[in-house]
């Protein structure tokens, strides 16, 4: 019953995001009619329901033309009754610095979209210390400024449905984290025999366990941290939530969702 939305990115073969294949769709007049054209096209052929655009690092000087990009595409689509969405990078402020946040306008994409996703995830990363995921203190801040450029209607929240492994001591430049699921986190701390604890300010999971002479320390979504950020939808009147990312199968949300929302199913 539910309805799939076909997803634009500028992710490469590599698995990196390109600024420049974004720079090349919003500036070149040619490419992007050839574009426009045929997400028409697939829209149709594929049986898609919508349109999720994710365009990442994209470059500041290029923020004003994303805008007009994704309200030319809706404009488009929504003829055949498409939405069309777009991912945010999680800001706190308009005019934050970073190659990350720098060309994601909210207040310009907010209304040129229907709806946006808050990508309020990825504090906790593979190249970066071990921390939280989705901190929740910052997670909420990022709700803060949205809510302040974009109507709360259009706005749903993303959530984590994965987490981290480091191995300790953290390294920068040099240690790398695995992703992991969370049902595969609490394996963890049963085979190992450790507990879970909890971090109250992050308000996320984590455990710390010895193999082979190494120490190991993850951050992953529990129950109570999942409720968190849904306690921050109602606390909003945010629209809904979004999930990075669904292959991990995680039972005790799903079920906690049904348990506090009315989910509305698409045909």
Request: net charge negative; hydrophobic share 40%.
């Amino acid at each position: 019953g539910a309805a799939p939305l076909m997803h634009l990115s500028t992710l490469t073969e590599e698995g990196g995001f390109s600024n420049e294949l974004a720079h090349l769709a919003l500036t070149q007049p040619a490419v992007q009619d050839t574009l426009v054209d045929n997400l028409e096209a697939m829209l149709v052929q594929k049986g898609y329901r919508g349109l999720d655009i994710d365009f990442e690092y994209v470059r500041a000087e290029d923020g004003p033309a994303f805008a007009e990009f994704t309200g030319r595409v809706r404009r488009v689509l929504q003829v055949f009754g498409y939405p069309v969405s777009v991912a945010l990078a999680p800001k706190t402020s308009p005019d934050q610095k970073g190659l990350l946040y720098e060309g994601i306008d909210y207040r310009l994409l907010g209304e040129a979209a229907d709806r946006v996703m808050l990508m309020t995830y990825e504090w906790g990363y593979t190249y970066g210390p071990p921390m939280a995921v989705a901190p929740l203190n910052m997670v909420r801040r990022v709700v803060e400024y949205a809510v302040s450029a974009i109507p709360v209607e259009k706005i749903s929240l993303g959530i984590p449905n994965y987490g981290y492994e480091w191995p300790l001591p953290y390294v920068r430049g040099t240690t790398k984290a695995q992703s992991i699921s969370n049902r595969e986190a609490v394996a963890r701390a049963i085979d190992h025999g450790v507990p879970i604890r909890f971090d109250e300010t992050a308000w996320s999971p984590y455990l710390r366990y010895w193999q082979y002479g190494i120490q190991n320390e993850i951050w992953f979504e529990d129950v109570r941290s999942i409720q968190g950020k849904f306690d921050l939808i109602r606390e909003y009147g945010l629209q809904g939530a979004g999930y990075w990312q669904l292959m991990n199968f995680f039972r005790p949300n799903w079920l906690l969702m049904e348990e506090k929302f009315r989910i509305i199913r698409n045909n």
